[in-house]
């Protein structure tokens, strides 16, 4: 659960700068220090969901006796990218909603004063509202040190050791086609 806590404190910190920053009355060089710290901070923590990611992959595997680690990558980074599309076109619908009116590249246009709270929004409360989401979903996350190393050790008992060991289906495919053994030993 160590990586884990690690994992959220780093979201917190950027969430309640984030809101800070929508609070003050004016945005001034230090808040614009403390934000980028707080996106730094935020910066460490996501190889952290990767790693979590490949844990999720081992725990599957334990389950299920199957290796889907293809999948649940590919399940990972169509999730990513339908969040990128959805989370575009949310701040163009949002900065919408608050009045901004587009110059079509030809002339300036002034902006009314709902668009500057509404870009403040966008940087600030908005962004925190999935982190605080995903902070909470975060805690429901059961895998822990004890439960990884439980994990490791029942796969690796579970490898084949061609030395010792004979799998069914191996010796029913080596009397169906006489290959040589070493092409079939393969790690299941």
């Known amino acids: 659960m160590a990586r884990e806590m690690y994992s959220l404190s780093p979201v917190y910190f950027h969430t309640i700068c984030s809101v800070l920053c929508f609070l003050s009355a004016t945005i001034s060089r ?19 969901l990767w790693a979590m990611i490949a844990d999720v992959a081992d725990y599957s595997e334990w389950k299920n006796n199957r290796r889907a680690t293809a999948i649940i990558f590919s399940a990972m980074m169509v999730g990513l990218k339908i969040g990128l ?3 575009s076109a949310l701040v163009a619908s949002i900065i919408g909603h608050y009045g901004y009116i587009s110059s079509g590249g030809a002339q300036l246009v002034t902006q009314p004063e709902t668009v500057a709270t509404g870009a403040k929004m966008l940087v600030s409360v908005f962004p925190a509202i999935p982190f605080l989401l995903a902070c909470g979903l975060l805690l429901f996350y059961s895998i822990n040190k004890k439960m990884e190393i439980q994990i490791e050790t029942a796969l690796k008992a579970k ?21 040589p053994y070493s092409l079939l030993t393969i790690n299941y």
């Open 85 to 87: 599309s959805v989370g």
């Open 159 to 179: 490898k084949i050791d061609p030395d010792t060991c004979y799998n069914a289906d191996i010796i029913v495919t080596y009397l169906l086609f006489p290959i």
């Open 30 to 48: 230090h808040h614009i220090y403390v934000a980028n710290t707080a996106r730094l901070f935020y910066g460490i923590s996501t190889p952290i």
